[in-house]
C-alpha cells in the first residue's frame, strides 16, 4: 500500500476516470504503472502485444487533467476513426485532422486549440500533417501557451526502416523533441512489435530522453500459445501431391483436436459452438481454392478472405466467424466442429476475436514481426492456443526471391529496405530451421526481450514469475516436448542429406 498521499490521490483519480470515462472496472496488468508514469511526465516506450489496451495509457492521462491538449500521431485513417468515434461515444472531447476532415471542420478546430485554453483534450493527426509548417507553427503557439501536455506516437515502429511498416513522414517526427522545449514535452511511443535495431531508431529519432525514459514491455512469445512447425516433404515439384499430402496433414491434426475435445466434453461437445481457426494463405487464389478444399470435409466449414472479397461480404464473414453460436446444421448434415477463416493477409488489423484457438501458416509469413502478429492473433483470451507453420524448402526459396523481386520494383524504398526484409524473412528461416532451442525462448531472442529486461523495462507481474519446470515454456513448444531428436527426426523428410548438410550448419 502506498502512504504517499499524492501518490494515493492520483491512483485515486485515475480508477474514477477509468470507471466513469472509460467504463471499465479495472486496469490489465501493468497499465496502471504505464499511466502513472505518463502522468508523472517521463518519456514513456510501450511495447506490448495487441489485447494490451496500450492506448488507454495516453487517453487517461489526457482525460484526466481537465485542461491542455494531448497530440497523437496516428499512421492509419481506419485505427484514427475506430478510436476517434470510440471517444466520442464516451463524452471526451476529441478531434481529428486527416484528409477526410472538412475545411469548416479544420478551421473549428484550428481555433479551438489556438484560443489559450482548448476544450478538445486529443487531437489525433497523420505524420504527413505533423510535416507540415502549418501545423507546426500552430503547434509552437499552443505549446508557448502552456498547453501542450504530451504528444503520444502510436505504431511508432513505422519510423525505422529496418520495421516492417516504414513510413518516411515517421522520421520527420524527430521534429516535436528539438522544437517543443523549455519546458519539454513529453513524449509517449507506443508499439506491439519491435526488434532490437527498431526500437534504437525509435529512441534515437524521436530523441526520447535516457535519464528521464520509463521502458515497459509485455513478453513477444505467447505463454498460452503453443508453438510448432511442421516440415513439408520435397514432392520434386509434384504440386498436386504436396498439396494433397498437406491437406491431409492438416486434416489429421484437426481431427486429433476433435477426438481431444470429445473425450473431455462427452455428449455436451455438440452444444458448443466450432472452434475458430485462421489459415494464412499467400495469395487471394489460394484462399479461395484452400477453403474450398477444406470444406469438403464434414468436420469443417471454411470461408476465404482476403482484401478482394466485397466489403460487405467481408463484414459478414467476420461477423459469422465471431458469434459464438453452435451452427445449427442442415438437415442430415452433421454440425462443423471448425470455423476457420482461410485469410491473406489483408485479414487481421483492428479484428479482434478473443476466442480464436489456432492459426496456421500454409507457407512460412514473410516476416518475423508479421508472424508474431498474426500467430498472436490466437489465444487473446489467455485459454490454449496453437500457432502451426508448414515449412519446407521450395517455398523458402520461392519467398526469397519474391523479396529479391519486390524490393526490385521499389527501389524508392532504398537498399536498406531490402536488407531489412531478407533479414527479417531470415528469422523466420531459423525459427522454422532450428531443432535446439524453444521456440517461445527464439521469439524472445529475435525481438531483443532480454536486452530490454537489461535496459530496465518493466513487464507484467503475472508474466515475470520465472517457470519452475524443466522447460522454458512449460512445454508449450514442438522443441521441449519432442527434443532435438525427436525434430530432428520430422526435419529429415524435408531435404536429401546432402542439402541438409548444407542448410542447417547455422542451426544445429
Ligand atoms: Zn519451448
Same mark, same amino acid.
Do not use: Q
Given at each position: 500500500m502506498d502512504r504517499n498521499p499524492a501518490v494515493t490521490r492520483q491512483t485515486a483519480n485515475m480508477r474514477w476516470v477509468l470507471k466513469h470515462?472509460?467504463?471499465?472496472n479495472d486496469f490489465r496488468p501493468l497499465q496502471r504503472e504505464v499511466i502513472s508514469s505518463v502522468i508523472e511526465g517521463h518519456d514513456v516506450f510501450l511495447q506490448a502485444c495487441?489485447?494490451?489496451?496500450?492506448s488507454l495509457c495516453y487517453q487517461l492521462p489526457a482525460v484526466l487533467k481537465d485542461w491542455g491538449l494531448t497530440v497523437v500521431v496516428c499512421p492509419l485513417l481506419s485505427l484514427m476513426t475506430d478510436q476517434v468515434n470510440t471517444l466520442k461515444a464516451l463524452g471526451v472531447a476529441v478531434a481529428t485532422i486527416n484528409s477526410n476532415t472538412t475545411h469548416d471542420e479544420r478551421q473549428r478546430v484550428f481555433e479551438d486549440m489556438l484560443?489559450?485554453?482548448?476544450?478538445?483534450r486529443l487531437l489525433y493527426v497523420t505524420p504527413e500533417l505533423c510535416q507540415t509548417d502549418n501545423f507546426r507553427r500552430r503547434l509552437l503557439i499552443v505549446h508557448k501557451q502552456g498547453q501542450l501536455i504530451r504528444v503520444a506516437i502510436d505504431e511508432?515502429?513505422?519510423?525505422?526502416?529496418?520495421?516492417?511498416?516504414? +513510413? %518516411?513522414?515517421?522520421?520527420?517526427?524527430?521534429w516535436f523533441r528539438r522544437n517543443l522545449v523549455d519546458p519539454t514535452v513529453p513524449i509517449t511511443a507506443l508499439t506491439a512489435t519491435a526488434t532490437p535495431r527498431v526500437r534504437s531508431d525509435m529512441i534515437n529519432i524521436l530523441g526520447l530522453d535516457l535519464e528521464n525514459l520509463r521502458l515497459f514491455n509485455t513478453p513477444s512469445? +505467447? %505463454?498460452n500459445i503453443h508453438y510448432e512447425v511442421r516440415y513439408l516433404a520435397d514432392f520434386a515439384g509434384d504440386s498436386d501431391s504436396a498439396e494433397d499430402s498437406q491437406l491431409q496433414n492438416l486434416l489429421r491434426w484437426l481431427k486429433g483436436i476433435r477426438t481431444r475435445r470429445e473425450a473431455r466434453l462427452g455428449s455436451r461437445v455438440t452444444l458448443l459452438p466450432p472452434m475458430s481457426g485462421i489459415v494464412y494463405v499467400g495469395t487471394r487464389a489460394m484462399a479461395e481454392h484452400l477453403a474450398s478444399r477444406l470444406s469438403s470435409d464434414e468436420m469443417v466449414m471454411a470461408v476465404a478472405y482476403h482484401a478482394g472479397v466485397e466489403a460487405t461480404k467481408r463484414a459478414h464473414i467476420q461477423s459469422t466467424w465471431k458469434s459464438s453460436r453452435p451452427v445449427q446444421p442442415a438437415d442430415g448434415e452433421r454440425t462443423p466442429v471448425f470455423s476457420i477463416i482461410v485469410a491473406t493477409?489483408?485479414?487481421?488489423?483492428?479484428?479482434?476475436?478473443?476466442?480464436?484457438?489456432f492459426v496456421v501458416h500454409w507457407t512460412p509469413p514473410r516476416s518475423f514481426e508479421s508472424f508474431v502478429q498474426e500467430s498472436g492473433r490466437a489465444g487473446r483470451d489467455g485459454r490454449a492456443a496453437a500457432s502451426l507453420v508448414y515449412y519446407g524448402i521450395q517455398e523458402r526459396n520461392f519467398i526469397e526471391t519474391m523479396i529479391y523481386r519486390d524490393t526490385e520494383s521499389h527501389r524508392?524504398?532504398?537498399?536498406e529496405n531490402r536488407e531489412a526484409k531478407l533479414e527479417s524473412f531470415g528469422k523466420v528461416i531459423r525459427y522454422c530451421e532450428s531443432?535446439?532451442?524453444c521456440r517461445h525462448e527464439l521469439i524472445k531472442e529475435f525481438f531483443g526481450d532480454f536486452e530490454l529486461e537489461e535496459m530496465g523495462s518493466q513487464l507484467p507481474a503475472r508474466e515475470a514469475?520465472?517457470?519452475?519446470?524443466?522447460?522454458p515454456c512449460d512445454f508449450a513448444c514442438d522443441f521441449c516436448k519432442e527434443g532435438r531428436a525427436g525434430l530432428a527426426k520430422r526435419r529429415?523428410?524435408?531435404?536429401?542429406e546432402t542439402q541438409m548438410a548444407l542448410l542447417y550448419a547455422d542451426f544445429d
Open positions: 470515462t472509460f467504463k471499465k495487441t489485447s494490451f489496451g496500450k484560443c489559450g485554453h482548448p476544450s478538445t511508432a515502429h513505422c519510423i525505422s526502416e529496418w520495421g516492417h511498416d516504414f +513510413r %518516411p513522414a515517421y522520421k520527420e517526427l524527430g512469445d +505467447r %505463454p493477409n489483408a485479414f487481421g488489423m483492428g479484428i479482434d476475436n478473443p476466442d480464436v484457438r524508392a524504398n532504398g537498399p531443432i535446439r532451442r514469475v520465472s517457470v519452475t519446470s524443466s522447460s529429415e523428410k524435408m531435404a536429401s
